[in-house]
């Protein structure tokens, strides 16, 4: 099990150091640096918070809210700080699908080979 660990921790690294997590995690940065993008988000969470107990509560869900959390997430969604996250995330994702792929290709050609590794 340690050599997996290591290897998960190698593997780790090399994302770490790709053109696409370095640009996920700036443009992360730079929406948690954006006074107009922390406010909408934590408007936005507050609202999902009001109409998340009044669900859990069986309400009605309130009219007014829906409407702000809506408008919220339109204006989020327009700011181009929050479309280079969407899109760094997007382009890190597919890389993250890659990878996962190639895992499991790996484990399928493990699970066909006749050694059994000792953990």
Same mark, same amino acid.
């Given at each position: 099990? +340690?050599?997996? $660990?290591?290897? +998960? =921790?190698? &593997?780790?690294? #090399?994302?770490? @150091? %790709?053109?696409?997590? @370095?640009?996920? !995690?700036?443009?992360?940065?730079?929406?948690? *640096?954006? $006074?107009?993008? /922390?406010?909408? %988000? *934590?408007?936005?969470?507050? &609202?999902?918070?009001?109409?998340? !107990? #009044?669900?859990?509560?069986?309400? =009605?869900?309130? %009219? +007014?809210?829906?409407?702000?959390?809506?408008? +919220?997430?339109?204006?989020?969604?327009? %700011?181009? /700080?929050?479309?280079?996250?969407?899109?760094?995330?997007? *382009?890190?994702?597919?890389?993250?699908? $890659? /990878?996962?792929?190639?895992?499991? =290709?790996?484990? @399928?050609?493990?699970?066909?080979?006749?050694?059994?590794? #000792?953990?």
């Amino acid at each position: 099990m +340690a050599e997996i $660990r290591e290897m +998960a =921790e190698s &593997l780790g690294q #090399a994302l770490g @150091r %790709t053109v696409e997590y @370095r640009t996920l !995690a700036r443009a992360i940065e730079g929406a948690d *640096n954006d $006074r107009e993008i /922390v406010a909408l %988000t *934590n408007e936005v969470q507050g &609202l999902q918070e009001v109409l998340r !107990a #009044a669900a859990q509560k069986g309400e =009605e869900l309130p %009219t +007014a809210e829906m409407k702000q959390l809506e408008a +919220a997430m339109e204006k989020l969604q327009a %700011t181009s /700080v929050y479309q280079s996250v969407v899109a760094a995330q997007a *382009n890190f994702d597919r890389i993250m699908h $890659r /990878v996962d792929a190639s895992i499991q =290709e790996g484990m @399928r050609k493990g699970a066909a080979s006749p050694i059994i590794l #000792a953990t």
